[in-house]
């Protein structure tokens, strides 16, 4: 489990016990001491708010006994837990391996110009493929080399050349070479005319374009 989904989970468990609680503190009873140290490391990010003195002090009286630690959701700890739990996973489809995708790695342009094509898809003739919107939503960013991350199947391969395909008939040609010169796919309407549905007709193993970006 990666450390954001172990923090959701650990989120997750103060919602549950806090919502059952008249008082709406998860108790130390409630939690095993790993999953406190966790909350604690929680509290640091202003995600978890910890019972002070007084608050100890009132649920000892409510619980007849004394209560050493307590913890609640802040409201910044809800909306992290809300947008973790709506936030689109990357994971291959039912039926669809794994080993079907390849990764790509797009920079800024060209990722700017693949969330237009995506946000378009109500609008377009030849939408973008299944799942590349999700796909695109749920990318990672390597801050280091400046290159967000997906997980494409061919078909996504495909779509994404004609979405940078879309962008260069409307402006820059820099970012569908790239992706061809990288990635060996490229969008050709001569291809695609005869199956237009495939969202990219795509060629692979050259740009087929002599234009450089």
């Known amino acids: 489990m990666r450390n954001w989904e172990r923090a959701l989970s650990?989120?997750?468990a103060l919602r549950e016990r806090g919502q059952a609680a008249?008082?709406?503190?998860?108790?130390?009873?409630?939690?095993l001491l790993?999953?406190?140290?966790?909350?604690?490391?929680?509290?640091?990010q202003g995600l978890v708010e910890l019972a002070g003195r007084e608050d100890r002090a009132g649920l000892s009286a409510l619980e007849g006994r004394p209560v050493r630690w307590a913890a609640?959701?802040?409201p910044y700890g809800h909306d992290t837990l809300a947008y973790g739990c709506s936030r689109p996973r990357a994971e291959p489809s039912p039926g669809e391996a794994a080993s079907d995708r390849q990764l790509v790695e797009?920079?800024?342009s060209q990722m700017a110009a693949l969330r237009v094509?995506?946000?378009?898809?109500d609008q377009l003739r030849v939408p973008p493929a299944d799942g590349l919107a999700e796909q695109v939503r749920a990318a990672s960013c390597d801050h280091g080399i400046?290159?967000?991350r997906l997980h494409l199947t061919p078909k996504q391969m495909e779509s994404v050349a004609y979405g940078l395909w879309l962008h260069r008939m409307t402006g820059s040609a820099a970012e569908a070479n790239r992706f061809g010169r990288e990635y060996g796919v490229v969008h050709s309407p001569a291809r695609a005319s005869d199956n237009p549905?495939?969202?990219?007709?795509?060629?692979r193993g050259g740009t087929g374009d002599s234009g450089r970006g």
């Open 10 to 12: 650990v989120l997750e």
């Open 34 to 44: 790993p999953h406190q140290q966790q909350v604690n490391a929680l509290e640091n």
């Open 72 to 74: 609640r959701l802040t």
């Open 117 to 121: 094509f995506v946000g378009l898809a």
């Open 22 to 31: 008249e008082h709406g503190w998860t108790l130390d009873t409630e939690l």
């Open 106 to 108: 797009l920079i800024p």
């Open 146 to 148: 400046k290159r967000w």
């Open 197 to 203: 549905s495939a969202a990219g007709g795509a060629a």
